[in-house]
């Protein structure tokens, strides 16, 4: 049977990648999207994900708006220079048809972990708050969910929002602490993976070649993307960061993981950095009742990147 996946996102280019790529995997079946800020405000990434579902020919799945801030402060939006003004490449597609539910992102995934008990993995790509939200709101449902994969953070590489911290993590720390610190099974994709995990220029032009609705708008909006690369990576090419958490889901054996306990700075010029400490490690007393967490540390980046070339365009040559 395919996993149940609840897709907690921010669309975000990379995002729509993510989305496509589980959506054209029979190992995964997406249940609902919840939305978050991020790679713009909430406002805009509930459009962006209703958008993309409408493309996908796939307005079933339901979609709850998240939440807009971090849990203490305020969301400051900086990432359109990453994503576009619109979140999807400066491409600007007409409002959406549909509407996102009623409940919120926290309601949501409580009703539908509760209602279908070790059987939903959280799967999140972007800040952490809606997790943290429902936590706070249903704490048993840490011990009912199938698992929580999530795309963020930096065990033993420098971060991308900062030299210390990778975006995600950085946009909501207490958030991600608190979910680090739940006793719930945690998978961390974080750049650790996602640096190794390149889509090359060349690679990116299948998407225009495909055919398909899915594929013809990542043709549209990765350019944009890859330019921001280029300029402050100097990649010829884009890191697929989300849609290696989707890879995780769909050919594990493509990663190396360990067992560490994390924490996470909230503040100080490391903040949004994710610590690791391995179990009796000496001065790891502030870990100490952590559950551990599998995080990711290798990957076989060509084999991910070309899966997901092949589930999203049908074929490549």
């Not at 509407?99 to 800040?127: K, N, Y």
């Not at 929002?161 to 979910?179: H, Q, Y």
């Not at 190794?196 to 990542?218: D, F, I, K, V, W």
């Not at 903040?271 to 391995?278: F, I, Q, V």
Request: glycine share 8%; charged share 20%; net charge negative.
């Amino acid at each position: 049977m395919p996993e149940k996946i609840i897709l907690d996102t921010d669309p975000g280019v990379d995002d729509a990648m993510a989305l496509y790529f589980a959506l054209r995997s029979p190992e995964l079946e997406v249940v609902g999207l919840t939305t978050v800020f991020g790679n713009g405000p909430t406002e805009l990434t509930t459009l962006n994900a209703l958008r993309l579902l409408e493309i996908a020919g796939r307005t079933d799945i339901p979609v709850a708006r998240g939440a807009a801030n971090p849990l203490q402060g305020v969301y400051a939006n900086t990432a359109a220079v990453v994503h576009g003004d619109d979140g999807q490449g400066n491409v600007f597609l007409p409002a959406p048809t549909t509407q996102p539910i009623a409940h919120s992102a926290a309601e949501f995934i409580v009703e539908r972990v509760l209602a279908e008990p070790g059987t939903i993995t959280l799967l999140a790509i972007g800040p952490l708050t809606n997790l943290a939200l429902a936590l706070q709101r249903e704490p048993r449902i840490a011990g009912l969910v199938r698992r929580v994969v999530l795309m963020g953070g930096n065990a033993f590489v420098p971060g991308n929002l900062s030299p210390a911290a990778e975006a995600n993590i950085f946009n909501d720390v207490d958030a991600a602490d608190r979910v680090f610190a739940a006793a719930w099974p945690v998978t961390m994709i974080g750049l650790d993976v996602t640096h190794h995990a390149t889509m090359s220029s060349a690679q990116l032009e299948h998407y225009g070649r495909a055919g398909n609705p899915l594929a013809a708008h990542l043709a549209r909006i990765t350019p944009f993307y890859r330019d921001f690369t280029r300029t402050f990576n100097g990649l010829e090419g884009i890191y697929v960061h989300d849609s290696t958490a989707v890879a995780f889901l769909v050919c594990p054996e493509a990663f190396t993981t360990q067992k560490h306990r994390i924490r996470v700075d909230t503040q100080g010029f490391a903040r949004g950095k994710t610590w690791p400490a391995r179990v009796g490690l000496y001065g790891s007393e502030a870990w100490a009742g952590r559950i551990e967490v599998d995080v990711a540390v290798e990957v076989d980046g060509p084999r991910t990147v070309s899966l997901e070339l092949q589930r999203v365009c049908g074929s490549i040559p």
